[in-house]
């Protein structure tokens, strides 16, 4: 038992120095970078916030396309990056940017082990759903849910981009020994796809709320700083499998949590159920739309 949990943490520790070298963020894309920096600063404004955007054609469809979703309920079509900032606001524009970058900086080739567009599907899916149900149950930080639900597998995106031969020995072992896949990463890496994810954004500075949504997105009755976000982001997945809408096959054993369900104040599983139907059309509507995140 000693012998086994040694091997594990010398697992973790080859995983963590794989992972400390890519402590920088990868490069993105340069208007990205530009939008985020200026964001940051004082000096922003809706004017040179659009000139930096403006110069990406496809960083402006990306941001009018998700202005433009179900998410939002506009009541008038935007058309213009101008008037995108100004509905969505600095903050709202600057959680949607953040994740695009991301979404650029860790994209890789779509091989038989990952699709690419099935997995942004899922990411995005996971995101739109946390920030409308932050809203439909009042509660505070939607802006996070929608970061915290697009970022929480990306883990999974991590390991198929820096330990592309583990990602693939993993695939192959739930696949032949049908086990789960949280286990089998513990086994092959050391650590699991939401350590991995945690571990990168805590080390970029992103707010403890949003590490720990993605580091128990998964149980949240782990959580010890808040587990309203971890709940609301484990609902949220659990609905891409539910509703058969973007689920992704790394959550084929995923199962809710009724008893943290409480945290969200559901009292039933019947309550839950039809609650989880009621998304099924934003489902559909922002999986149309996804196509132009990819």
């Not at 963020?25 to 659009?50: H, N, Q, R």
């Not at 990406?56 to 935007?78: C, E, F, M, W």
């Not at 802006?143 to 883990?155: P, R, Y």
């Not at 198929?160 to 086994?187: Q, R």
């Amino acid at each position: 038992m000693v012998a086994l949990a040694t091997e594990q943490q010398q697992k973790r520790e080859k995983t963590e120095l794989v992972l400390s070298n890519i402590y920088n963020l990868p490069v993105m894309p340069k208007p990205l970078e530009d939008a985020l920096g200026l964001l940051e600063t004082s000096a922003v404004s809706i004017p040179s916030l659009s000139a930096v955007i403006s110069k990406d054609q496809g960083l402006v469809t990306k941001i009018l396309t998700i202005a433009n979703s179900p998410l939002y309920g506009l009541q008038r079509k935007v058309t213009s990056i101008d008037f995108a900032i100004m509905v969505l606001g600095f903050n709202e524009l600057k959680n949607i940017i953040l994740v695009l970058s991301l979404v650029e900086s860790f994209k890789n080739k779509t091989d038989k082990y990952l699709d690419q567009k099935e997995f942004w599907l899922h990411s995005y899916l996971t995101g739109c759903a946390a920030k409308r149900i932050a809203e439909d149950l009042d509660f505070p930080n939607e802006g996070e849910a929608f970061v915290a639900g697009f970022l929480h597998d990306m883990g999974i995106s991590v390991i198929h981009k820096y330990f592309h031969s583990k990602f693939i020995e993993i695939y192959e072992n739930v696949t032949e020994k049908n086990i789960g896949f949280n286990e089998t990463e513990f086994e092959v890496l050391g650590m699991n796809h939401q350590e991995i994810g945690s571990y990168l954004v805590e080390r970029w500075s992103f707010p403890e709320i949003l590490c720990e949504a993605i580091l128990n997105h998964h149980n949240p009755e782990a959580s010890s700083v808040n587990k309203v976000l971890p709940s609301i982001i484990h609902l949220a997945d659990y609905m891409t499998k539910k509703l058969n809408i973007g689920n992704f096959y790394w959550d084929k054993d995923i199962e809710l949590n009724i008893i943290e369900m409480e945290t969200l104040r559901f009292r039933t599983e019947e309550e839950i159920n039809h609650f989880i139907q009621s998304y099924e059309e934003l489902f559909i509507h922002q999986a149309k739309s996804v196509r132009y995140l990819s």
